[in-house]
Nanobody, 126 residues
Framework: QVQLVESGGGLVQVGGSLRLSCVAS????????LGWFRQAPGKERDFVAA????????YYGDSVKGRFTISRDNAKNTMYLQMNSLRPEDTGVYYC???????????????????WGQGTQVTVSS
């Protein structure tokens, strides 16, 4: 049984930084691609960032490029999202998710991911 737990969310001022973590259990962490998605109230869940199973490739949504960095430590079964220069529009619930496609995949599509965490709230105030 796969379990994902996000942490690190909170309240931060505009321009501040947060680092989110996602800890996984119940599967071999290094065999899965991973992604971060976020959802603001009244909006659909949107792609934030993705990373391949080895960490060799990373991808970012247009709105976070240059500000967010995704990484993973397979030895610790943990994925991270470093968020800098935060804006009010970054506010939302952030979710981590797993993908087990062996080849290319649509990293920005929710339908490509099988397991999801409960989410962690990020609030950016002005």
């Amino acid at each position: 049984q796969v379990q994902l737990v996000e942490s690190g969310g909170g309240l931060v001022q505009v321009g501040g930084s947060l680092r989110l973590s996602c800890v996984a259990s119940g599967y071999i962490f290094g065999t899965f691609n991973l992604g971060w998605f976020r959802q603001a109230p009244g909006k659909e869940r949107d792609f934030v960032a993705a990373i391949t199973y080895s960490g060799a490739e990373t991808y970012y949504g247009d709105s976070v490029k240059g500000r967010f960095t995704i990484s993973r430590d397979n030895a610790k079964n943990t994925m991270y999202l470093q968020m800098n220069s935060l804006r009010p529009e970054d506010t939302g619930v952030y979710y981590c998710a797993t993908n087990h496609v062996s080849g290319s995949y649509y990293y920005y599509r929710l339908s490509e991911y099988e397991y999801w965490g409960q989410g962690t709230q990020v609030t950016v105030s002005s």
